[in-house]
């Protein structure tokens, strides 16, 4: 147990910059402002400077000098803000420090597109003949992923699932993990992950570091973080349940077969790529096949659809060719497209988390984004309700058949 009353806690919110750093206004004291200043290789420095790391985003600031004390971390931060850089870093440094084969650091995470993308990150920043990861999530060849471990893999990127899977044939050991890291907790949570995370921790030694990240600290989430971790740096950057102040917020009220032709006015009248969410499978592919009709370059992504096709289909998003990409829910979280200017709610989220995590891929690195929520009349109480919970007020427009034929 952690004792939670007796956490330091680190807060920084919209900190000003001054000339000698980033000033906590309540503590006072100066934190890091370029990732040269921090205690790390030689190696390391030259490397983050290579791939054009200079300056720590406020939870990299906040998050990166306790754990490379050795401390444990309980983070949250809105998405977007660069937390996969502050627990890369310090395992990164430790596998540098402690040689030999084996996994010494382990990632769980809810998704395995979040997987591919933090191990991708990895894989960037490593030396050429640097450690190794292997990437253990369903959906890909089993065979790759376990010749990866054999060939001596340092660190683990992996879903519950799989590696729990793993385990229970005897095809892993993590009996020499000295950090693991509890990446979006509270997806993990909420996908009924809590057992296989239990298990998985119960082989690992208890002499390990955890860092633990989520975007809410709701219940379950704490009674996670008492149980994995000791007496952690508590950090909050900003309001987790709160969109991020530089994305513009917009609903638009409008019959619900109308949706599709308001989309298409909003694609005429701006520029830029278009993320839409939508509730359905069955609806991703049917707005995104109407777009291909009427002109648009677009494509889609959701559970039915294979690991090859998603990845396609993100390439293509980030890359330009596609415009627009629509997505179910299974795109809210984990995956880092950047520059998506426009995000569409073409369906209203089930809950104002789930608003926060869709409208949280604009915006991003303190990018300008815009954020459109669709709502037919009769969602207007919900509607309000996340206004209500996430203290925020969105622009409201009519939309009415005539505005549209007017456009």
């Not at 390391?44 to 050795?70: C, D, H, M, W």
């Not at 920043?125 to 376990?146: D, M």
């Not at 993990?177 to 509270?186: M, P």
């Amino acid at each position: 147990m952690c004792g939670f009353p007796r956490v330091p806690l680190v807060r920084f919110r919209l900190q000003a910059l001054g000339k000698k750093g980033l000033r906590d206004p309540r503590k006072r004291h100066i934190l890091t402002t370029q990732f040269s200043q921090f205690s790390l290789s030689a190696a390391l420095k030259s490397r983050l400077n290579a791939n054009n790391f200079q300056i720590p985003t406020p939870v990299q600031a906040a998050a990166i000098p306790p754990a490379l004390e050795g401390r444990d971390v309980l983070a949250t931060a809105q998405t977007g803000t660069g937390k996969t850089l502050s627990f890369l870093i310090p395992i990164m440094e430790m596998l540098e420090k402690n040689q030999g084969r084996g996994a010494h650091a382990l990632i769980l995470l809810p998704t395995r597109e979040l997987a591919m993308q933090v191990e991708a990150a990895f894989r960037a920043l490593r030396s050429s003949n640097g450690p190794t990861a292997a990437v253990v999530v369903g959906g890909l060849s089993e065979h790759a992923q376990l010749d990866a471990i054999r060939r001596g893999a340092r660190l683990i990127v992996a879903t519950p699932g799989r590696l729990e899977d793993f385990l229970k044939r005897k095809l892993v050991r993590l009996d020499q993990v000295k950090i693991l890291v509890l990446d979006e907790v509270d997806r993990m949570l909420d996908m009924g992950f809590r057992p296989a995370i239990a298990r998985i921790a119960g082989t690992l030694p208890q002499a390990r570091q955890t860092l633990c990240y989520s975007a809410t600290l709701e219940g379950a989430v704490m009674d996670a973080a008492r149980n994995y971790l000791r007496n952690p740096v508590r950090i909050e950057i900003g309001s987790v349940l709160k969109p991020a102040a530089n994305v513009e917020l917009r609903t638009f009220e409008v019959d619900h077969d109308k949706k599709q032709e308001l989309l298409e006015h909003l694609l005429d009248a701006e520029q830029g790529s278009f993320l839409v969410f939508v509730r359905t499978k069955h609806g991703a592919d049917r707005v995104a096949r109407r777009l291909s009709r009427s002109g648009w370059s677009a494509t889609q992504i959701h559970g039915d659809r294979s690991q090859a096709q998603r990845n396609q289909a993100l390439k293509s998003f980030s890359e330009g060719r596609h415009r627009v990409l629509v997505a179910t829910d299974v795109a809210a979280r984990g995956i880092d497209v950047a520059n998506v200017a426009h995000v569409i709610n073409f369906d209203m989220p089930k809950q104002a988390e789930d608003f926060v995590h869709r409208v949280g891929r604009t915006g991003r690195a303190s990018a300008r984004g815009v954020a459109s929520t669709f709502a037919i009349p009769a969602e207007r109480g919900d509607l309000r309700k996340i206004e209500r919970i996430l203290s925020i007020s969105m622009k409201r427009f009519r939309v009415r058949a005539a505005d549209l034929r007017a456009a």
